[in-house]
């Protein structure tokens, strides 16, 4: 079935540094692309979402890019800190509708100070 | 404004049981989503509802069901428990006018 890669499920960057994920989806017909965070438990939490019809969105130190022609979507955190220290997943959505995703296996971020 | 609530919070059963799960979404959002997560899958969709109409469905079992009521609650159903329904049950909830769910903190199921 369609599904979304991600990469690397462990990362490990020193404060400041900056942190890059990425994802690759299978889907031609998604069109919504959100990024979790997850804290041990918790539920998780929206931290940016692109849409098919955006290349780059950045929000402060989150920026997420999208190529839907390689069908690939990275995060990129900049100035990390401590508390960015979580585990993030990527989602594409299935089908155009937008209300279901498929989820990324999820990267596990280590921020240390 | 209060966020998603699930109860109950943790659960343990034995195999061949059946269990319930409940979700309140955030008031005035009537779309609420499920998902099951656990170490080996990640995060699997289960269904979608929509003013109480199942709209989408993941690839689960006939064992797996839900529904959804006037209020926008909603609850799962897995019957006939196995070792492998042990996971995290996420809720989401999400406005009508926007694509974010918001998600609850779930319920921890351990199936013995």
Same mark, same amino acid.
């Given at each position: 079935g369609e599904n979304v890669e991600q990469h690397p499920s462990t990362l490990s960057v020193q404060e400041g540094d900056s942190a890059v994920i990425k994802c690759t989806y299978s889907d031609s017909a998604s069109n919504y692309f959100p990024w979790y965070k997850q804290e041990l438990g918790k539920g998780p939490q929206l931290i940016i979402?692109?849409?098919?019809?955006?290349?780059e969105k950045k929000d402060q130190r989150i920026a997420v890019t999208l190529n839907k022609t390689a069908k690939h979507f990275s995060l990129h955190i900049t100035e990390t800190q401590p508390e960015d220290s979580a585990v993030y997943f990527c989602a594409a959505s299935i089908g155009d509708s937008g209300y279901a995703l498929n989820f990324g296996k999820g990267t596990s971020l280590l921020v240390t100070p | 404004k209060a966020g998603v609530t699930q109860t109950p919070r943790y659960l343990i059963k034995t195999r061949g049981q059946q269990v319930t799960l409940s979700c309140s979404p955030i008031s005035g959002h009537r779309s609420v989503s499920w998902y099951q997560q656990t170490p080996g899958q990640g995060l699997q969709f289960? !269904?979608?509802?929509?003013?109480?109409?199942?709209? =989408?469905?993941? =690839? !689960?079992p006939g064992r797996f069901s839900g529904r959804q009521f006037s209020n926008s609650r909603s609850e799962m159903n897995v019957s006939t428990l196995e070792l492998g329904d042990s996971a995290l049950y996420l809720c989401a909830s999400r406005p009508t006018t926007q694509d974010e769910q918001f998600f609850g903190p779930g319920t921890r199921l351990t199936v013995l």
């Open positions: 979402d692109i849409r098919s019809n955006v290349g | 289960l !269904f979608e509802y929509f003013s109480e109409t199942q709209r =989408n469905k993941g =690839n !689960f």
